[in-house]
């Protein structure tokens, strides 16, 4: 292709803002130096990209004096609280908008989260991302070398299936996948 700049990793394709001459493109334009991303592509990338925030998680010592906080002082409305034996901690969640913040606080000396608050101390512990299709999500993230801490979701007993990258991965930050019931 005349003017092209970039060649692409994909079946010989290059691309720019010209017309592109591959078969699978049928002529569409593309973004000035973007991956080219084939029609069949697309919906598997739609399918493991994340949609949404669903909700940002903070570790407390002691749930009564985090409420004090977050549901007296800033007014958001507790809408339930759940006690998670398999994770071995005490939740509150607390819609705001489309997402919520839950609040997490360990029920045993030797739980994760327990770890965690002796090691970190109180705070932010993870952001999660609601997904399309979980499996397809992973899948994507260990081809791109991110290293997940789950092989395989986990299931709550809602039927949300979920899965946590390694903060190595994210920057820092320990991101949670979250594919929710239909």
Known sequence: MAGATRRDSIDGCWNNVKRCSHPGCAGLRHQTLARHILPQEEKQISMSAPRAVNHIAVVVENMDAALRFWRDALGIPVQRLENNEAEEVQIAFLPLGDSEIELLEPTTADSGIAKYLARRG???HHICLE?????????RLAAHGAELINDVPRVRPDGTRYAFIHPKSAGGVLVELYQQVS
């Not at 997904?131 to 899948?139: N, S, T």
């Open 131 to 139: 997904v399309e299709d979980i499996e397809a999500a992973m899948a």
């Open 122 to 124: 109180p705070g932010m």
